[in-house]
Every structure is written in structure tokens, then in C-alpha cells.
């Protein structure tokens, strides 16, 4: 398959769909989506739909990966945190935009092989941590934004205690069948909440969202 043709024609669906910051839609032009997905799926890489990447996870649709990016409001200067690095394609496109990307993921084989894909491709300014996403990472914050790609029934609240100054936290959040995106901005010791849009995700698992007794499967 003509790869970079296919990325073009993604990114022109992502545009006729409404995402209007150039530097969100630059970034997902660069990234070769099809090589963070599993062999089997590289035909429909760019199609706009999520695809599964093992261990029961997916891979966002291109579509929501750009519309959580475009509200995170990202600044070539800032430090972001992504809660659930999956393949690592949404950490990529993070990359291109700003200065540094944090990501954790909780299952130690998808961090691994993230990490091991993301090093080869050259995303240096990408660090991947194994752990507890819902904890997010005390050593590091405060983080200008941050991201949560998988579903969690409220806020986390050491997410929220992580958002520096004006920080932006962009989440699902809801029940297992659906969720809102929210927005929420540090404004001094207030947290204003936006929402964005209708969504379902994966769930979040962790000491502050969904357990491992809620959802065994996970």
C-alpha cells in the first residue's frame, strides 16, 4: 500500500470533520500510524476507526486522537503526560507538537514494545513509564496538559493536583457503556470543566478510576 498516500487522505478526512490546528494535523502527517498497529491491521491503519493492538486495548480513531489533542491547546514549550500509552502512536503525534511527552502504561508488555517502536522511530522526546496511570507521575509534575486515553468514572484526583497553572486535562469520563470528554482548566486554585462531546472508550484501571474486580478482563 501507498502509505503516505493513505496518511494524506486520512488527514484531509480529519479536516473536512472540522480539526482545524495545524500543528495537531502536521503531526499526525508525519507519524506512521500503520507501523502502531499490529501487521495484520496495517490495511486499515488509516482508516477512521479504533483497532485493536492486543491485551484487549485499541488504538483511537485517528478523528478522536486529533480532537483530544486539538483541546489539550498545546504549545511547542510544554510538558505533557499521557495516561495509557497503548502502541504509543498517540505519544508519537504528541511528540511532534511539544517539548516533552510522559506516558504510562499499565501493562508491562504494551510499554515495552512502545517503548521499543518509539525509540526506533526516533521519538526521543517521548519517556514511557510502567505503573498505575491513575496516580499519574508525583516526580515529574506539574504537566501544562494531560491526556487520558481510556475511559475513567470521575476525575482522578492526583490528575488534578498534577495540572500546572493554566494546565489542561482533557478525559472520558462516564459509565462502561458511554462517556463525555471533558475539558478542565487551572484557572489559580480553580478547575473549570468544559464539555466536549460524546465518546466511548476503553476502561481506565486503576487506584483512583475503574479495578481489576470491576473489570476482570482488563
Known amino acids: ?14 479536516i473536512r470533520r472540522g480539526i482545524s490546528d495545524q500543528r495537531v494535523l502536521d503531526a499526525m502527517t508525519q507519524v506512521p500510524r500503520h507501523l502502531f498497529v499490529p ?57 511532534r507538537i511539544v517539548k516533552h511527552v510522559h506516558t504510562i502504561e499499565c501493562r508491562e508488555t504494551l510499554a515495552h514494545n512502545a517503548a521499543a517502536l518509539l525509540r526506533t522511530l526516533g521519538y526521543e522526546n517521548v519517556t514511557v513509564h510502567i505503573g498505575d496511570g ?22 482522578p484526583a492526583p490528575l488534578r493536583e498534577q495540572l500546572a497553572s493554566s494546565g489542561r486535562l482533557v478525559i472520558p469520563v462516564g459509565g462502561r457503556q458511554a462517556q463525555i470528554l471533558l475539558r478542565l482548566r487551572r484557572e489559580g ?30
Open 189 to 218: 486554585d480553580v478547575l473549570r470543566t468544559e464539555r466536549l462531546c460524546d465518546v466511548r472508550f476503553v476502561p481506565l484501571i486503576g487506584g483512583h478510576a475503574w479495578t481489576t474486580e470491576q473489570y476482570p478482563e482488563r
Open 1 to 14: 500500500m501507498d502509505f503516505a498516500n493513505e496518511r494524506r487522505a486520512m488527514v484531509d478526512l480529519l
Open 39 to 95: 501487521a495484520h491491521e496495517r490495511s486499515h491503519a488509516y482508516n477512521d476507526q479504533a483497532l485493536p493492538i492486543g491485551e484487549g486495548q485499541t488504538i483511537s480513531q485517528p478523528y478522536m486522537v486529533a480532537l483530544m489533542l486539538e483541546a489539550l491547546q498545546l504549545a511547542p514549550t510544554d510538558r505533557v503526560l499521557e495516561i495509557g500509552a497503548g502502541s504509543g502512536y498517540a505519544a508519537a503525534v504528541l511528540s
Open 134 to 155: 491513575t496516580q499519574g507521575l508525583p516526580d515529574y509534575a506539574p504537566f501544562d496538559a494531560i491526556l487520558v486515553s481510556a475511559a475513567s468514572p470521575w476525575v
